[in-house]
């Protein structure tokens, strides 16, 4: 029966009073998945990926993006960001919105088959008080190569898990801070390479790692300030295989920023800006050339796609902005093959898209 048809004969049941089951539609219709808002690569196999779309849930691939599978046990369709465990390829880790089905049904997500079976592990999120809303969201994810270890931003701060996922525990950046208002404890990006490099993007501020491992708040007078325009999810970027000093910045505002002291102060470079979707900046080995001095910042503007190389040494571009263009605009991700160097798939408002230059 078409999904026509099966409307038709529903009609006909409600207006004749027949007997029949009374016909249910319920989400995902997932033929097209929509804005794809995030990509996961597996550690060893880059023709193995995980795409987060924003109302279409979780999709997989086995064959490079050829085709794709939809992971119909995440209870959530209203994905943000995805991450594969680095040590444990079979456990996935999801981030969500929160739909309003149940309490809470957004949040972060686990699973340990490979996407086939989904729960939430119990306390990633702390009781409702001090700004925490009773129904959290959950937004961008980091996971340090070869480690156990996840970060997450929520509505109630940063989420850390040491057992890849299983268990959650919170740090609590300004203890007894709090509004009334849940946004002042959100933390929406967060990229940590180690123990003592580390940078977050919160509400209305940026955060770093120490070389004690503790964070603190980057002074506003030495970088961006964040206005009232949300940071973007992927909003970070480092070149964490040249040490881990290095990170880049993409702002709410489309502005992007370098810095080279594990974010304790901060540059702007030149870069274009749509002022449409999110910006999103990632960085890898250049594409070009072998040179272990250069690497490439790819760089969404909130419409098109555009890559440039820098050199390490003062942190400036060789040139000037290329654009990439794609079969659809509004990038929103790009993942890289196993060696962070080859740009494999993009994600954008039209879905994901392959390359084959």
């Known amino acids: 029966m078409t999904a026509r048809t099966g409307i038709v004969v529903g009609l006909s049941c409600l207006l004749s009073a027949c007997n029949s089951s009374p016909l249910s539609i319920a989400p995902p219709r997932v033929t097209y998945g929509g804005r794809a808002v995030s990509i996961a690569v597996h550690p060893t196999n880059d023709k193995r990926m995980v795409v987060a779309a924003e109302t279409g849930g979780l999709f997989r691939t086995f ?32 981030t969500t919105w929160s739909q309003y089905r149940t309490v809470p049904d957004g949040g972060i997500w686990r699973s340990t088959d490979g996407g086939a079976s989904w729960s939430q592990a119990t306390g990633w999120a702390p009781p409702p008080s001090g700004g925490c809303p009773s129904r959290p969201n959950a937004y961008g994810i980091s996971h340090p190569l070869l480690s156990r270890t996840f970060y997450v931003g929520t509505d109630c701060g940063l989420a850390i898990s040491n057992d890849n996922g299983a268990t959650w525990s919170y740090v609590v950046l300004e203890p007894g801070i709090f509004r009334w208002d849940s946004a002042y404890n959100r933390v929406r990006s967060v990229l940590v390479i180690n123990r003592t490099s580390g940078v977050l993007a919160r509400e209305r501020n940026l955060w770093r790692l120490n070389s004690t491992g503790a964070w603190e708040k980057v002074d506003s007078s030495t970088g961006p300030t964040q206005t009232w325009r949300l940071p973007p999810f992927h909003s970070l970027a480092s070149t964490y295989w040249n040490g881990a000093s290095i990170y880049f910045y993409a702002t709410g505002d489309h502005t992007l920023w370098v810095s080279s002291d594990a974010g304790a102060t901060w540059s702007q470079r030149a870069s274009p800006g749509a002022d449409l979707r999110e910006a999103f900046v990632r960085v890898a080995r250049p594409v070009s050339n072998r040179d272990a001095t250069e690497f490439d910042v790819y760089y969404g503007d909130g419409m098109k796609f555009h890559r440039q190389t820098f050199k390490l040494s003062g ?12 079969d659809h605009d509004d990038p929103s991700d790009v993942a890289f093959d196993v060696d962070h160097r080859i740009p494999i798939l993009l994600a954008s408002d039209g879905g994901v898209h392959l390359t084959s230059d």
């Not at 119909?72 to 680095?86: G, M, Q, T």
Request: aromatic share 4%; hydrophobic share 40%; charged share 10%.
């Open 315 to 326: 942190l400036t571009g060789t040139g000037s902005w290329t654009n990439l263009p794609s």
């Open 63 to 94: 064959d490079g993006g050829k085709s794709w599978q939809h992971l119909d046990n995440l209870p959530n369709n209203h994905a943000v960001d995805v991450a594969i465990a680095s040590l444990a390829p079979d456990v996935i880790i999801a």
